[in-house]
């Protein structure tokens, strides 16, 4: 997809637009204000035509790294609606017909906002007929990002001959239901359950193409390079608690320097598994090299909360101050499905791979 300009919205810097999407992510947790008016803004500073620009130069994709890190930074409930949109205009490049590509990518710069919702509700969303590239649905999805924000979402749906993409506009709130949202973390983004009995949406792709590689189980660095910003803005609570200190004490200090170092081992870990993951000819050990990047996402986010807490002390608890934000939505964010098959995926490829330890991933 080529870069487009932002839009339909005064123009915005990157850097106002992340400090307007901080300033609101507590209003939003609370449930005072919904993630539209955040997507907006992310429009309107061309964040969003960035993150779906799929070129293939590395420069691009550390790009796309960075934004994804930055907006997790200022809030994780808005990074993980900006990682689904960037998810399903990036399936619709690889699997989309070129009118479909050149549609969606102009329904996206006109201020459509897509998702993708995979996991099934029960009965799980299956394919009933097919007629002229449209397919009739029922069933339901659970877990679908965006409730009221996301104006169309790429789903899966089970079929006769496999697993079959589709795109589906998602704007009937009769269709939605947010009370199935019911978390302590995350509950910004809505994530309730959509009934898709009798809808009729346009098919995507051929069977199966969902799970093609390297970009179904390898496209797992997006969302860890938004839990890495979570920790980023965990670790910025607490140097700013540690530098308002008037003698900050050893242990401190030390709890600041170790909380700093694992936001930038994630950092580092996530560009390299999606330069790899992202690059032509990926194979199966990018797409390793990606889960296993989420693994040390994961263990370096868990160990930063735990500093987290040790630093800040009650206030990690406090409703309405950041930190308690952060770390309550990253703690949610980091449980994803079946971790120890994703672990084991690693393990397997690196069972299988000629090179040695320390040499699987170079080159």
């Known amino acids: 997809m080529r870069k487009a300009p932002a839009i339909s919205m005064q123009p915005l810097t990157e850097a106002d637009a992340l400090k307007a999407v901080a300033d609101v992510a507590l209003k939003a947790d609370a449930g005072l204000c919904d993630l539209s008016g955040d997507m907006r803004r992310l429009a309107a500073s061309g964040i969003l035509a960035r993150l779906c620009a799929f070129e293939g130069d590395p420069r691009e994709t550390r790009e796309q790294a960075t934004l994804l890190r930055r907006i997790g930074r200022a809030s994780l409930s808005v990074g993980r609606l900006a990682e689904g949109h960037m998810n399903a205009l990036k399936l619709v490049s690889l699997y989309g017909t070129p009118e479909q590509v050149r549609r969606h990518t102009n329904l996206a710069w006109n201020g459509a906002i897509y998702g993708v919702w995979g996991a099934d509700a029960d009965p799980p969303v299956r394919v009933m007929s097919e007629l002229d590239g449209r397919l009739r649905m029922a069933g339901g999805k659970?877990?679908?990002s965006g409730l009221g924000t996301v104006s169309h979402a790429v789903v899966t749906a089970k079929h006769v001959d496999g697993l079959r993409l589709a795109i589906a506009e998602v704007r009937d709130p009769g269709r939605a239901d947010a009370a199935a949202w019911d978390t302590s973390g995350m509950r910004a983004t809505a994530s309730g359950s959509y009934d898709f009995n009798g809808v009729t949406a346009e098919a995507l792709g051929a069977a199966d193409d969902y799970l093609r590689?390297?970009?179904f189980q390898g496209g797992v660095w997006r969302y860890a390079a938004v839990q890495t910003g979570g920790l980023e803005a965990l670790a910025e609570e607490v140097r700013r608690a540690v530098s308002g200190m008037d003698a900050p004490g050893e242990a401190q200090l030390h709890r600041l320097a170790r909380i700093a170092s694992l936001a930038h081992?994630?950092?580092l870990i996530v560009e390299d598994a999606a330069l790899r993951v992202e690059a032509s000819g990926a194979g199966a050990?990018?797409?390793?090299?990606?889960?296993?990047?989420?693994?040390?996402?994961?263990?370096?986010?868990l160990e930063g909360i735990a500093l987290a807490d040790r630093a800040l002390g009650t206030r990690s608890f406090v409703k309405g101050q950041r930190a308690e934000l952060v770390r309550r939505d990253l703690g949610f964010f980091l449980r994803q499905a079946d971790l120890d098959g994703k672990l084991r995926q690693v393990g397997a490829a690196l069972c299988a791979a000629e090179a040695p330890i320390g040499e699987v991933w170079e080159g």
Do not use: D
């Open 142 to 144: 659970r877990f679908a």
């Open 213 to 215: 590689e390297p970009h």
């Open 265 to 267: 081992r994630a950092r």
């Open 285 to 301: 050990e990018a797409v390793a090299l990606s889960l296993a990047a989420r693994e040390e996402v994961e263990a370096a986010c």
